[in-house]
């Protein structure tokens, strides 16, 4: 039996979806998001924050096929509220395909596509959507999604440890101009400058990060990292050399207990 009430069920209004929209846009919320799960971005994968993705698919309010498509995204990821946030696994890539083929030309379209592609990797199918998300990437005319991708990409290929492509990636972000992800994009960029011990290049993207992004929340973090750039790793000690072992006794010198007993 079904418990839902009618209200569960309605499609949400223009005024609740501009609501949605509107919770989560502007630098400011996006970087203290940032901040705050950094490492989470670099080490564990992203995790969709339904108004960061709603901030993405409210463009157009211009008629009503976008108030039905943004609303029937919505239902697809499983929201009953703006402030949720619903990470890549959580996600049913079948529904929201179903999404971009039912509201094509819609700006709900490519986010569907985008989500549906991160839900296929957080479920082990890797490759089939990082292909999604390249083909996205040059497919979508959206230039906030574009950067959102390129994010996207470079995390896994992080993480992956293909350094290159996810160098390339985070220098595309660099390229697309502001962003909320530009200071995130120069830390990473010198991370793996580091990482691939190339100090100079590292100290010149944490350099030019702070210059463009010096009042991000990340800015401080970039400092640290200039301070102990040069600081020499421990050097690790030899550990301790294993006693010698004893001599092992010859057989001559072991009586046999075979030999005869000698009269006193």
Not at 19 to 47: M, Q, R, T
Not at 74 to 94: F, H, K, P, V, Y
Not at 141 to 151: C, G, I, M, S, Y
Not at 166 to 187: D, K, N, R, T
Request: hydrophobic fraction near 45%.
């Amino acid at each position: 039996m079904d418990n839902k009430t009618p209200s569960q069920d309605a499609p949400l209004s223009p005024e609740e979806i501009r609501a949605i929209g509107e919770v989560n846009i502007g630098p400011a919320k996006h970087e203290v998001f940032l901040d705050n799960h950094y490492k989470k971005l670099i080490v564990g994968g992203i995790v969709v924050a339904l108004g960061v993705v709603a901030a993405i698919t409210y463009y157009s309010m211009k008629d009503e096929k976008e108030t039905d498509a943004a609303a029937a995204l919505i239902s697809a990821m499983g929201a009953d509220r703006a402030e949720s946030n619903i990470t890549s696994a959580a996600l049913d890539a079948g529904k929201l395909e179903a999404v971009a083929a039912q509201y094509p030309d819609t700006a709900a379209t490519d986010t569907a596509k985008y989500l549906a592609h991160a839900a296929a990797v957080a479920k082990g199918r890797t490759q089939q959507g990082l292909a999604g998300m390249n083909a996205l990437l040059k497919s979508t005319a959206n230039e906030a999604l574009k950067v959102r991708v390129r994010v996207y990409l470079a995390d896994q290929y992080g993480q992956q440890g293909k350094l290159e492509e996810a160098a390339a990636m985070w220098q595309e972000v660099i390229a697309s101009g502001e962003s909320p992800y530009l200071a995130l994009a120069y830390m990473a960029s010198g991370d793996i400058a580091q990482q691939q011990n190339d100090k100079e290049k590292a100290k010149a993207l944490y350099q030019a990060g702070l210059i463009r992004c010096g009042n991000s929340n990340l800015a401080d973090r970039m400092k640290e990292r200039l301070l102990v750039i040069d600081v020499a790793p421990p050097v690790k000690e030899a550990p301790a050399p294993l006693p010698a072992p004893l001599p092992e006794a010859e057989d001559s010198a072991v009586p046999s207990l075979s030999a005869p007993i000698e009269a006193l």
